[in-house]
């Protein structure tokens, strides 16, 4: 059986065309992968140091207990938007908002689970946030968190943030010390 060159032209634009379809329901359409070109963008590393100020009680809290366990404190849950300050006072240039989630996750001792973006109101980073989830166990002297992203300057950010506590009140409001180093484009 011989083919024409008509035939086998036709046959392999089939062949090619099913193929291509083949690919795309399998791949899906929703996605693509390109490779990864850098041209003139080169990682950089900022150090980046201000105070989280956590308030729990009094009249104006920036952070709010959203849920109560029915016994202990395991699972207790807050819903923060701290001031990120460039000093521990109070009054201090506000520089930006810590705001996300802290539970506490661990059922010996103060470990907490901590989901925060810290916003950024500030300069060049203005608009810009850091995305913090990790372990905080609030009664050690220093404590690291991992950095698990960022957006606009600190986007494809990752590192790690060291936090201290300044101040603690025994009601449960905080001035906490970080410094966080950051790598990113």
Known sequence: MAF???????????????????VNL?????AEQSPVVFTERMEK???????????????????VKIISPDAGYFGETYMADDPLTEGPEPTSKLVGRAQGVYALASKQGAGLLMVMNFA????????STISVLGRNQIFESVREMP?????????????????KTFWMSQKGDAVVEYNVSVVHY
């Open 4 to 22: 024409s060159v008509n035939q086998a032209l036709c046959i392999f634009f089939f062949i090619t065309l099913f193929s291509t379809l083949l």
């Open 26 to 30: 399998i791949n899906g359409e929703f």
């Open 45 to 63: 590393m900022t150090q980046l140091h201000f105070y989280f100020h956590d308030i729990v009680d009094g009249e104006s809290p920036t952070a």
């Open 120 to 127: 950024f109101l500030e300069g060049i980073y203005n608009g």
């Open 147 to 163: 950095v698990v992203g960022g957006s606009g300057i600190f986007r494809f950010a990752r590192g790690y943030a060291l936090a």
